[in-house]
């Protein structure tokens, strides 16, 4: 008996639980080297455990499906060379490890809440879900309004499995001369299905404003079949996230693609209340301020959120004596887009229309005593001068 070959067997038998073409053949060098040196029964030992573990891969296909999506593929590392396109030499993608991806969840309503948990709880058990030849969703389609959060959402959920993402963005790939675009997606998915990662491809309405253009018909066509038949192969290969604002410029075959399809919302006002707390920390607010910056932002996204927040902080140090009230007109003049038009007017226009809007804002309920504060009044010097214009307007 060679010295060590138990230990060598046992070595074959780890490896063998998660084989791959290089493991199978140096196994196989092995056993003929055993063979030519005259230790027959150690090559015929190793023969029985490469059978065994071939036989029992071929009675559970769902377990070399695992080895592709959890632990196959190689690790992507700092040096390792990214596609490019050809003409541009532009990169085809950006590489984030899961250090630089966002470690704080987006907050979004309760429901969609709920349903990210359970795609985050899916991905994470995959290899678990596959043993009891459960088939989980390897993609996702997220899909909103613009400054949603969608891009931060795909980059979190990948940071929760803890695998790099791999992020095209799809106008970047056809930025380049036409023809090379189906080339370029080409590569973009063998660069990915060789890696351990997330492909995360996004802005992937780029190809519907491809297909606007008329003179572009067939090279849409041979693209958005280049695309097909990528996410096709892609399935087997690892998780893939696609990120649109318009999907409904999307492709029916396209969309059929994703096994789960999620849409986020604009923020709710209970929504907006939380995302302004957390970005205008380490600024203090009290609860009735930050209700009032969310009745400013009423219908917009979480990106507006941040911007708003972005902003006080600038004017809080540059403007320290403009008051809350003053501050929040200059935001409003100066974001006219951010702030829907009939509040806009109104709240540049008078005092006293402005404060009457608020108290009689159905969602929100303000009191006086909320509002008064941020005209620096009291609360009952407020009451006094509504009652005041009342009367005045009865004459
Ligand atoms: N719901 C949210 N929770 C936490 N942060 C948010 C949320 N919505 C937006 N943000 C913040 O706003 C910024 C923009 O978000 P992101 O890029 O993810 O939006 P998007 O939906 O991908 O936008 P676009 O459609 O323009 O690509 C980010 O800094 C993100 O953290
Ligand atoms: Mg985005």
Redesign the pocket.
Known sequence: MIKYFSIIQALCRSALTNPNDAILHQINRLIESLEKDGHGKEAKSLEGILSSSQSSADMSPSKIQKSFIVSGGEEITKKTAIPVDKETSTPLAEIFFPVDL?A?E???GENIELAIQSIVSEWTKFDKLLEIEATPASSCLIY??????????AKWIAKQIGLPVVLARLEGLMSSYLGTTSRNIGNLFAFANRYKCVLLL??FDAIAKLRNDPQEVGEVKRVVNTLLQSLDTRREKGFTIG?T?HESLLDPAIWRRFDIQIE?PK?SPE?MIH?LK?FVAPLEYNDSEIKFLAWCLEGS???D??MLAKWLKRSFVLDKRNSFIDMMKQFTLLNAGRVEPTKRNIMLHSDEEFINMLLNDKTYSFKQKDIAPFFGITPSSLSKQLSKSKDTEKI
């Open positions: 966002p704080e987006p907050l979004f909103g309004a613009p400054g949603t959060g969608k891009t931060h959402l996004d802005e990120v604002n986020i923020p929504v995302l957390k996204s979480g990106a959120a941040e």
